[in-house]
T-cell receptor, first 112, second 114 residues
Framework: TQLLEQSPQFLSIQEGENLTVYCNSSSVFSSLQWYRQEPGEGPVLLVTVVTGGEVKKLKRLTFQFGDARKDSSLHITAAQPGDTGLYLC????????????WGLGTSLAVNP | NAGVTQTPKFQVLKTGQSMTLQCAQDMNHEYMSWYRQDPGMGLRLIHY???????DQGEVPNGYNVSRSTTEDFPLRLLSAAPSQTSVYFC?????????????FGPGTRLTVT
């Protein structure tokens, strides 16, 4: 059972465009993380959100945790080719022996 | 710090062969885990360890063995490789003191079983 749904699955845009990707669940998470994975590499942590309604910014990336802590979004402003990669979200349930629930990811291609 | 290292980067095995995927971390993290990543399936947890001498099964443990004799090392053993084990394997570590459950990944091992 896939508990974290990510959308869209694929996204191809031109440099300079804005985009938003989503991570949705029916479960409440104690925290949620976003990772970026480049081809041939392991996922790299971008951000962790823990409080409902929380907004975090990382340069041109804005992350938001839903008020009910069931969903999250990632907004990229003025996308650049260096943003190309697979964006993964992962949710944590407190006391779940530290096992994360993973989404399948959004594959983003930013064309110059 | 090197972070999480994995060897080899690439490996080709014949069905029935055995091998060990190596993973080491220098961050003194208690928690380590092994994932496999397949198209359309995402990251799936194979085995994990909450500390030296303690291991447990994840979502897809069949065909894999692990041991954790030191905090730094967490090798993954394939006893008799099968084509279904063709995948990219990632090792990850996490501090047990972290309330954020933030994981640090190695660069991966791409395994092909023919």
């Amino acid at each position: 059972t896939q508990l974290l749904e990510q959308s869209p699955q694929f996204l191809s845009i031109q440099e300079g465009e804005n985009l938003t990707v989503y991570c949705n669940s029916s479960s409440v998470f104690s925290s949620l993380q976003w990772y970026r994975q480049e081809p041939g590499e392991g996922p790299v942590l971008l951000v962790t959100v823990v409080t409902g309604g929380e907004v975090k910014k990382l340069k041109r990336l804005t992350f938001q945790f839903g008020d009910a802590r069931k969903d999250s979004s990632l907004h990229i402003t003025a996308a650049q080719p260096g943003d190309t990669g697979l964006y993964l979200c992962a949710g944590a349930h407190a006391g779940n022996n530290r096992k994360l629930i993973w989404g399948l990811g959004t594959s983003l291609a930013v064309n110059p | 710090n090197a972070g999480v290292t994995q060897t080899p980067k690439f490996q080709v095995l014949k069905t029935g062969q055995s091998m060990t995927l190596q993973c080491a971390q220098d961050m003194n993290h208690e928690y380590m885990s092994w994932y496999r990543q397949d198209p359309g399936m995402g990251l799936r947890l194979i085995h994990y360890s909450v500390g030296a001498g303690i291991t447990d099964q994840g979502e897809v443990p069949n065909g894999y063995n692990v041991s954790r004799s030191t905090t730094e090392d967490f090798p993954l053993r394939l006893l008799s490789a099968a084509p279904s084990q063709t995948s990219v394997y990632f090792c990850a570590s996490m501090s047990s003191g972290s309330m954020m459950y933030e994981q640090y990944f190695g660069p991966g091992t791409r395994l092909t079983v023919t």
